[in-house]
């Protein structure tokens, strides 16, 4: 059984959270929200949609590899990309930066798993290696009985 994510799983999506990073980081400026993390460090808005693709990618690797080696690819996907999100908050907060450039730095990172995950989650089978699991066990147990001529055939 062979279980992959498509390229084109959740490619509205992604595109989505990019726009959705972006607006949410234009909103942010046109209300006087610096964006600044630093001493004349600065992150331009477009950057916010850049990053949010490559980031989504990245998110895309996950889950195929995830489908292909779990024995539950959407739970383990779905805890996996929790504390994914949980941990990329974590720059947020502890950085030295006004409570209004936090709160939008926070809202980026929760707006795009927002949108992504779900669609991803989707695209995901409910059972991966359970299946192909199943089978093997079985083929162990009726091959082991002593009666059996040829130990590895499959007698499934």
């Given at each position: ?42 992150i331009p808005v477009a950057e916010f949609g850049q990053l949010t693709l490559l980031f989504t990618v990245i998110e895309v ?76 066990l079985r083929s162990v147990v009726v091959n082991t009985n002593p009666a059996t001529t040829d130990r590895w055939s499959p007698?499934?």
């Amino acid at each position: 059984m062979k279980v992959s994510i498509r390229d084109s799983c959740g490619v509205r999506d992604r595109v989505s959270a990019a726009l959705a990073t972006v607006a949410v980081a234009a909103t942010a400026q046109a209300l006087d929200v610096s964006l600044e993390t630093g001493p004349g460090e600065t992150i331009p808005v477009a950057e916010f949609g850049q990053l949010t693709l490559l980031f989504t990618v990245i998110e895309v690797m996950i889950a195929r590899t995830i489908g292909r080696r779990s024995v539950q690819p959407r739970v383990a996907f779905i805890g996996t990309t929790m504390v994914l999100t949980a941990l990329s908050l974590v720059p947020d907060v502890i950085l030295s930066i006004d409570l209004a450039t936090k709160a939008t730095l926070v809202l980026t990172h929760l707006v795009a798993p927002a949108i992504v995950i779900p669609a991803l989650f989707s695209c995901l089978p409910e059972r991966g290696l359970g299946d192909v699991t199943d089978i093997w066990l079985r083929s162990v147990v009726v091959n082991t009985n002593p009666a059996t001529t040829d130990r590895w055939s499959p007698e499934v």
